[in-house]
């Protein structure tokens, strides 16, 4: 692993786990339940993709992502002592740039260890989504990749185009940087401007009373 790569690592590390200690701050979890959440957050998509991947899970092999977890949820927990007052929209900043980050940095794993391109971008937006759909279920809370959020889509711009910039030959931490901030850019401009999907809604049609059926009739 390059320096740049580690060093983006934990960032990304650190950000999800931000954003998942904060949502254990705005649900009033406990200390251990903030920490719990920041983990999940930080190291669930990781940890899905390396399992499919049959490598050895990263935090497992290198041990010291667990300290900068731990770290990052104490932290927050001292520094920040009412999570309720932070905008949401901080949240959500928080959160985009681990899925982006996530999102570019599983694809380039999972293609240095063999995977198809295709799959390679599959397994990089599991890595960048995945993780923040664990700590929204554990929220009980519609997690951003089944709503109408531009949140998947933008994970696998970033994977898509680290993988183009690959095929043309760029060296590999320009074409990462690049991706990240082409995915980071996507999903920012829709925080911003509320840019989202249109929802999948079926309209039931309402009971036909008795009384209009006999009108008909007659």
Same mark, same amino acid.
């Given at each position: 692993?390059?320096?740049?790569? $580690?060093? !983006?690592?934990? =960032? @990304?590390?650190? %950000?999800? *786990?931000?954003?998942? &200690?904060?949502?254990? /701050?705005? $649900?009033? !979890?406990?200390? =251990? @339940?903030?920490? %719990?959440? *920041?983990?999940?957050? &930080?190291?669930?998509? /990781?940890?899905?993709?390396?399992?499919?991947?049959?490598?050895?899970?990263?935090?497992?092999?290198?041990?010291?992502?667990?300290?900068?977890?731990?770290?990052?949820?104490?932290?927050?927990?001292?520094?920040?002592?009412?999570?309720?007052?932070?905008?949401?929209?901080?949240?959500?900043?928080?959160?985009?740039?681990?899925?982006?980050?996530?999102?570019?940095?599983?694809?380039?794993?999972?293609?240095?260890?063999?995977?198809?391109?295709?799959?390679?971008?599959?397994?990089?937006?599991?890595?960048?989504?995945?993780?923040?759909?664990?700590?929204?279920?554990?929220?009980?809370?519609?997690?951003?990749?089944?709503?109408?959020?531009?949140?998947?889509?933008?994970?696998?711009?970033?994977?898509?185009?680290?993988?183009?910039?690959?095929?043309?030959?760029?060296?590999?931490?320009?074409?990462?940087?690049?991706?990240?901030?082409?995915?980071?850019?996507?999903?920012?401009?829709?925080?911003?401007?509320?840019?989202?999907?249109?929802?999948?809604?079926?309209?039931?049609?309402?009971?036909?009373?008795?009384?209009?059926?006999?009108?008909?009739?007659?």
């Amino acid at each position: 692993m390059t320096e740049l790569l $580690y060093y !983006l690592n934990i =960032f @990304g590390i650190v %950000v999800f *786990a931000l954003s998942g &200690a904060l949502m254990a /701050g705005q $649900y009033k !979890l406990d200390p =251990f @339940g903030v920490i %719990v959440l *920041a983990f999940v957050t &930080a190291v669930g998509g /990781g940890t899905i993709r390396d399992t499919i991947l049959q490598t050895p899970i990263f935090w497992v092999v290198e041990t010291h992502y667990l300290f900068v977890v731990l770290v990052t949820a104490l932290l927050t927990i001292v520094l920040i002592r009412q999570p309720k007052r932070i905008p949401k929209r901080f949240l959500l900043i928080a959160d985009a740039f681990g899925l982006a980050l996530f999102a570019v940095l599983g694809t380039q794993k999972s293609i240095a260890l063999g995977a198809p391109l295709s799959v390679a971008i599959i397994l990089g937006t599991i890595t960048g989504v995945a993780g923040g759909m664990i700590r929204d279920m554990l929220c009980n809370v519609i997690p951003m990749i089944l709503s109408k959020e531009i949140y998947a889509l933008a994970a696998m711009l970033g994977g898509g185009l680290f993988v183009i910039f690959q095929l043309q030959g760029w060296p590999e931490d320009e074409a990462i940087v690049v991706a990240i901030l082409g995915a980071l850019l996507v999903r920012l401009a829709a925080i911003y401007w509320r840019v989202s999907l249109p929802a999948f809604d079926i309209i039931e049609k309402e009971p036909v009373e008795k009384e209009d059926i006999k009108k008909e009739d007659q």
